[in-house]
């Protein structure tokens, strides 16, 4: 349970928020029909928030307080307007920029952050996303924001002098964006013809869902199974399009242009500006004379994200060329998902023949032993999996044909897959396959038997099923009491996992990695991996020896091999094969 809003909590809910659109993802993207039926908005918000969360984690000082929850909402923003993909994101970038200022009032004003705060924070970002929008729409992402910060700001006016509780202001909000989501289906057209809610306010609503679970005291994930039914429900219904093309709006007629084609372009840049006013007007003007649509200018402080749908991106280019220089400029095919190359840019050069598997290392022992499989081992800040941003540019700087991710942990797979999706859509040529491995013993399962010169799609079901085939435990030291599934422990314990859950609680490492693999070896197999970490607490050797021991014991035909992983917070990783 969150009990104050200061610069942790914004983390807590931040990571949190990331991994349940990590999860929710594909389903969003299946949701997407308007403004183009192009299946991405999750993996956009995805996309943009994972940048988002990378600028987080390189902000330091102090984070009590109402400054520092500002300050990490501020590089929230920062991150997201940066990298902003899509409609979606740059939506996204301007929400968190409204929240962002009014939490930074706050901070200046001394004051603290309650309830009537994060209500006026959600009223912001409502105004802030609806500027930024050239033509707002209803049954939108827009829709359901408001229908939140509507929800939070009334119970706080009821309630008066009193400030109702946090809890059951971010319960207001997240029941009513549940609410107006469902409502979006009979908002707009396209979404009642094609049977769903709208894919951006699905995304909003995560949001809220797991801030709402944070304050209450629960687990985020509570929310989604039921939510996330609600959301797929109406894509079994009969009357989705016969193909994507069909959903699209149609756009106002243009002389000399069928009057049903619309936009068929993406343009997207960064621009800095001390005129951003005039040149959202002036983009107004062409895209409407375009018979463009979906402009968004996001941001503000001389900083601006733009985007817009346009049928010749040519005009729009050279007037912002009168504002500023503009940068991270990509034009792309919305019905192909191409990068065009820009006039006076080069064309991105052709993949090379040849093939890079990129592993997630956690530790300087795993990237070591990695890189001797002939991988390429990343690491991502704070010892966690590489961010989707880090994977898709070492997909880029590779510049081969076929890139293998290895992933090593279950919070891991979100970002592999959203950044292959992402490489596949934006490199011709180039196929990025996933082997989804959840522990450092998998992923080493999966190289052992990479073989370079096998053709791409053997290599990947050969890794896929090796990976799939190591039975993986750990073990981690309790920092307080908790409640497991194999009962109460205390700070100090080691816990004992097999899978992704707790199978027992004891005294020492030593004594919790023999009884973790007296169960995994009860079923049989033929090699006992382990990987030490960087807390192991006592000699390597010792440990080795005692579960070899044990291994040949029990089972004298199974072998027993250890590396030196290095990573942090696992004293030890288990893998049977």
């Known amino acids: 349970m969150l009990e104050a809003v200061d610069g942790a909590a914004v983390r807590t809910w931040a990571r949190a928020s990331l991994a349940a659109l990590g999860r929710a993802r594909e389903e969003i993207d299946a949701l997407n029909v308007f403004p183009v039926p192009d299946g991405d908005t999750g993996t956009n918000l995805y996309l943009t928030f994972d940048a988002a969360c990378e600028t987080l984690d390189e902000l330091s000082?102090?984070?009590?307080?109402?400054?520092?929850?500002?300050?990490?909402?501020?590089?929230?923003?920062?991150?997201?307007?940066?990298?902003?993909?899509?409609?979606?994101?740059?939506?996204?970038?301007?929400?968190?920029?409204?929240?962002?200022?009014?939490?930074?009032?706050?901070?200046?004003?001394?004051?603290h952050i309650d309830s009537a705060v994060i209500a006026a924070g959600l009223a912001r970002a409502d105004a802030a996303a609806r500027r930024a929008v050239a033509v707002p729409v209803e049954g939108t992402m827009l829709s359901v924001?408001?229908?939140?910060?509507?929800?939070?700001?009334?119970?706080?006016?009821?309630?008066?002098?009193?400030?109702?509780?946090?809890?059951?202001?971010?319960?207001a909000a997240r029941k009513a964006a549940a609410e107006a989501l469902?409502?979006?289906?009979?908002?707009?057209?396209?979404?009642?013809?094609?049977?769903?809610?709208?894919?951006?306010g699905r995304g909003v609503c995560i949001f809220l869902d797991v801030l709402a679970a944070l304050v209450g005291g629960y687990d985020p994930r509570r929310l989604e199974a039921s939510a996330a039914a609600a959301a797929r429900r109406s894509l079994l219904r009969p009357e989705r399009p016969a193909h994507p093309g069909s959903a699209r709006p149609t756009t106002s007629h243009q002389p000399g242009r069928p009057e049903s084609a619309g936009p068929g372009l993406e343009l997207v840049f960064l621009i800095e500006t001390g005129s951003g006013d005039e040149m959202r007007a002036e983009l107004e003007a062409i895209a409407t004379a375009d018979g463009g649509d979906s402009l968004v200018v996001a941001g503000g402080g001389g900083r601006y994200r733009v985007h817009v749908h346009l049928h010749q991106p040519g005009p729009a280019i050279e007037a912002a060329l009168a504002y500023g220089r503009p940068h991270d400029l990509r034009?792309?095919?919305?019905?192909?998902?191409?990068?065009?190359?820009?006039?006076?840019?080069?064309?991105?050069p052709e993949p090379r023949p040849g093939r890079v598997v990129l592993a997630a290392a956690a530790g300087a022992g795993l990237a070591e032993l990695f890189a001797q499989a002939g991988a390429a081992p990343l690491s991502g800040p704070g010892g966690?999996?590489?961010?989707?941003?880090?994977?898709?540019?070492?997909?880029?700087?590779?510049?081969?044909?076929?890139?293998?991710?290895?992933?090593?942990?279950?919070?891991?797979?979100?970002?592999?897959?959203?950044?292959?999706?992402?490489?596949e859509r934006d490199l011709p040529g180039v196929?990025?396959?996933?082997?989804?491995?959840?522990?450092?013993?998998?992923?080493?399962?999966?190289?052992?038997?990479?073989?370079?010169?096998?053709?791409?799609?053997?290599?990947?079901?050969?890794?896929?099923?090796?990976?799939?085939?190591?039975?993986y435990g750990a073990l981690q030291v309790a920092v307080d009491d908790a409640w497991t599934m194999a009962g109460v422990a205390r700070a100090g314990d080691v816990l004992g996992f097999i899978e992704d859950d707790v199978a027992l609680i004891t005294g020492t490492v030593l004594e919790a990695a023999l009884a973790v693999v007296d169960r995994m070896v009860s079923a049989g197999g033929e090699m006992v991996t382990l990987v030490t970490g960087a807390e192991l607490g006592l000699p390597t050797e010792e440990l080795v020896d005692a579960v070899s021991a044990r291994v040949l014991a029990r089972r004298p035909e199974m072998d027993v091999v250890a590396y030196a992983g290095g990573q942090p917070g696992w004293p030890l990783l288990i893998g049977v094969e």
Do not use: Y
């Open 145 to 171: 924001v408001r229908a939140a910060a509507s929800a939070a700001s009334d119970l706080v006016k009821q309630a008066g002098p009193s400030q109702p509780p946090f809890p059951a202001v971010a319960e």
């Open 331 to 348: 034009v792309t095919a919305l019905t192909e998902c191409v990068d065009q190359p820009v006039a006076g840019e080069h064309p991105a």
């Open 384 to 423: 966690r999996p590489p961010t989707s941003a880090q994977l898709s540019r070492a997909v880029l700087e590779a510049g081969v044909r076929e890139v293998v991710i290895v992933t090593a942990d279950s919070e891991g797979l979100a970002p592999a897959f959203a950044a292959a999706d992402q490489a």
């Open 431 to 471: 196929r990025v396959a996933v082997i989804p491995g959840k522990a450092a013993v998998q992923a080493v399962a999966a190289l052992a038997v990479h073989e370079p010169g096998r053709r791409f799609d053997a290599d990947v079901v050969a890794m896929t099923a090796a990976a799939g085939a190591t039975r």
């Open 182 to 200: 469902a409502a979006t289906r009979r908002q707009l057209p396209v979404l009642e013809k094609a049977g769903v809610v709208d894919a951006g």
């Open 61 to 111: 000082g102090s984070v009590l307080g109402a400054g520092g929850a500002a300050a990490a909402l501020e590089a929230l923003a920062a991150g997201a307007l940066e990298s902003a993909h899509g409609n979606s994101g740059a939506i996204l970038a301007q929400l968190l920029r409204g929240l962002a200022d009014e939490l930074a009032d706050t901070a200046r004003a001394g004051g």
